[in-house]
């Protein structure tokens, strides 16, 4: 089957499906994404949490790294990979949470979605702890930074194309 030549999970009659990976070769491939929340709330104050509470900043980075291992469960036409490395950092400040995640694999396609759906699930995760505080909270900025590996090798956003 051969895909639509600008939206490849589309065939040449428009219908959506899997891309077949099967000639491809591995590669290490790893993807950047990053992601903002914003608040009215101070976040490091609303985020401090008391002793003996579960840390929301430790349960957004894990809900991060899981959400990564599930990515192709959330998204129908996305393939299921072995990660090697899922890293997400959240990092909150006054008005503001900054996520970001790094994932890495040796696979026949990337890694891109699961990096965003990383910094989604985790950014939602922030969403929800600051919702007594601050109810317009929200999740903003779910932008993809950088692709590097496989056949079409290093992509980077210039930060002037935001």
Do not use: N
């Amino acid at each position: 089957m051969t895909g639509h030549p600008e939206f490849p999970h589309l065939d040449e009659h428009g219908r959506a499906w899997m891309v077949d990976i099967t000639g491809k070769e591995p590669t290490v491939r790893r993807a950047v994404a990053r992601a903002t929340v914003r608040t009215v709330a101070d976040a490091l104050e609303a985020l401090a949490g008391s002793p003996g509470d579960l840390d929301p900043v430790q349960a957004a980075r894990v809900a991060g790294v899981q959400a990564a291992k599930q990515t192709s469960a959330l998204l129908p036409l996305c393939h299921p990979i072995r990660l090697t490395d899922v890293q997400v950092d959240v990092v909150p400040h006054h008005g503001r949470v900054d996520i970001s995640a790094v994932t890495e694999v040796v696979d026949r396609t990337g890694v891109e979605m699961e990096a965003l759906t990383a910094c989604t699930v985790a950014g939602l995760t922030i969403v929800c702890v600051l919702s007594r505080t601050d109810p317009e909270a929200y999740l903003d900025e779910v932008t993809l930074w950088l692709k590097e590996g496989g056949r079409s090798g290093r992509w980077e956003r210039s930060a002037a194309g935001m």
